[in-house]
């Protein structure tokens, strides 16, 4: 394979690059990634009817050649054949030319930090085109084209904070796995995309101007949804039919109130919940089938569980940083694990202030946190009575609680 670098030659121009390169008909890798001194590719690169990989990242291009079209092989040579065109961080690239349509072999586009503000129609001639990098650009609208990608498995879209809307063709995408709306202006997505998108898996909002999560249509094939800072959204809700969702994350969603539907969502193995200040519980839990991990942190008006004792498949309970007025993990002796790492359940409780309040843990019957002081000895719970403690406050690293010899 016939490849050319180059590196750290900062006064390099179009006419040396034209003279070095402009003959090179068996070239296949042409690596001009961060040549701070690039401005501007020679025509001549559309002779290059071999290339395979073109990295200009880090470049001051701020146009493509037309002649971009004639490179028809372009793609990266190994075993899985990715195609692949890099143009991230070309600080002053505000177009993309008709004729990239024309890269039918391309797989893979980046086009992270550019100032590109719209992509050609003919972007939907890509049809090999699995992976969309546009992250962190000014784009206003996707086109409609979109919907012809049809092997399009990942769409990255975050920050681009123009971004207020995703064309209904999207629903066309039926390979698409990966859909990252962090920090765009998008409100909602086209409604038919529980019944078309059968293989997406995980979504991300984050900074997103939603109001209500049921205006999306979430598909039923999602894995995992990650929601943070949507200042505007009060109920997370519309999550009965995610029967395969695995993991809900909600971070820093400030106004949030409540969290619908909890019990419906039958695969859910990991729910974190973090600096949602105005969430005070959350219901159903006991109605949950597989969970593994609840962490609950810094949510400052959070009140506490309810009755989670059945939740048998539970691992690990992380409590951190809310205004706790009980926890009710009560399990009996033989719902326990016999030995460590056998069904044990491993809690974290840490800085929660309890409001003299109740603390039900493992137990028969509840602790007064106010007038018992709850000891750890040997991996084991033992209550210890003491007139002397009156701490409302409660500390305790990770405990594996098993049942004591």
Not at 81 to 96: A, D, H, Q, S, Y
Not at 267 to 272: A, D, R, V
Request: glycine share 6%; proline share 3%.
């Amino acid at each position: 394979m016939e490849e050319v670098t180059y590196k750290k030659h900062k006064d390099i121009d179009t006419v040396e690059l034209h003279q070095r390169i402009g003959r090179r008909v068996k070239l296949e890798v042409l690596n001009l990634g961060r040549y701070g001194g690039l401005e501007k590719l020679p025509d001549s690169l559309g002779n290059l009817r071999s290339l395979v990989e073109l990295n200009l990242s880090g470049t001051r291009i701020t146009e493509l050649p037309d002649t971009i079209g004639n490179l028809k092989k372009l793609r990266i040579g190994r075993l899985v054949k990715l195609e692949v065109l890099n143009l991230g961080r070309c600080g002053g690239l505000e177009k993309l030319p008709v004729s990239l349509g024309n890269l039918r072999s391309l797989a893979e586009l980046d086009l992270l930090g550019t100032r590109i503000t719209e992509l050609p129609d003919t972007f939907g001639n890509l049809k090999k085109l699995r992976v969309i990098k546009m992250t962190r650009i000014k784009i206003k609208e996707l086109p409609s084209s979109i919907g012809m990608l049809k092997r399009l498995e990942v769409l990255d879209a975050e920050l681009c904070r123009s971004l207020v809307e995703i064309p209904s063709t999207i629903e066309g995408l039926t390979c698409l796995r990966v859909l990252k709306l962090r920090d765009t202006s998008v409100c909602r997505l086209p409604p038919k995309l529980p019944t078309k998108l059968d293989s997406l898996s995980y979504i991300s909002f984050w900074y997103c101007k939603v109001r209500n999560l049921a205006g999306f249509c979430l598909p039923e094939s999602l894995c995992e949804l990650d929601i943070a800072c949507c200042f505007f959204l009060k109920t997370v809700s519309a999550l009965s039919h995610l029967k395969n969702l695995k993991k809900l994350e909600v971070s820093s969603v400030t106004e949030l109130v409540e969290i619908r539907d909890l019990g419906e969502l039958e695969c859910l193995q990991t729910l974190n919940i973090s600096y949602c200040d105005r969430l005070k519980r959350l219901e159903n839990l006991s109605k949950l089938k597989r969970p593994k991990t609840i962490e609950i942190r810094n949510c400052q008006k959070f009140k506490g569980i309810d009755d989670i004792s059945e939740l048998e498949s539970l691992e690990t309970l992380h409590i951190q940083g809310c205004d706790c007025e009980d926890v009710n993990i009560q399990r009996s002796s033989g719902e326990m694990g016999s030995s460590p790492g056998s069904g044990a359940l491993k809690i974290w409780i840490e800085v929660i202030e309890f409001n003299n309040s109740e603390l039900n843990l493992l137990t028969n019957e509840a602790v007064d946190i106010e007038t018992q002081e709850v000891s750890i000895l040997c991996g084991a719970l033992e209550l210890a009575t003491s007139s002397e403690v009156t701490k409302q406050r409660y500390r305790a690293s990770i405990i594996d609680y098993t049942t004591k010899a």
